[in-house]
Structures are given as C-alpha cells and as structure tokens.
C-alpha cells in the first residue's frame, strides 16, 4: 500500500514530520524554510483529514 491509498497515513505522516521539526529547535513563529515546511505539513495534513475530523479525538471547546 502507499500514502497515496492511505489519505489518514500520510496525514499522521505530515504531523509527525511537523512535530519533529518543532521538536528539533525550528522557532514556530520565526520565517525560515523550517517554519514554512513546518506550517505545509499541518496544512496539509488538515486537508487531507477533510471536514469533521479533528486532530485530537475526545476534545472539547466551549466558550
């Protein structure tokens, strides 16, 4: 199977990757090549979850 038949893989795939850069020292809220990668992986892992999918199950917000 590859990423391309497993949307949900590569999603999870994205946000590791983000999450490792981050972890590695990339300022979040800095404009390096880093960051902008760090910002497409969870964007793209977002679009690839679709509507109604939230990133962390069982999680709640209210006002």
Do not use: I, T
């Not at 795939?13 to 809220?29: F, I, K, Q, T, Y």
């Not at 690839?48 to 709640?60: I, T, W």
Request: charged content about 30%; proline content about 6%.
């Amino acid at each position: 199977m590859s990423y391309a038949d497993e949307p949900e893989r590569l999603a999870r795939l994205l946000r590791n990757l983000a999450s490792a850069l981050e972890e590695a020292g990339v300022n979040p809220s800095g404009s390096s090549d880093a960051r902008h990668l760090m910002d497409d992986a969870r964007q793209a892992a977002r679009e690839l979850e679709g509507p109604g999918r939230s990133q962390k199950p069982g999680r709640a917000v209210g006002f």
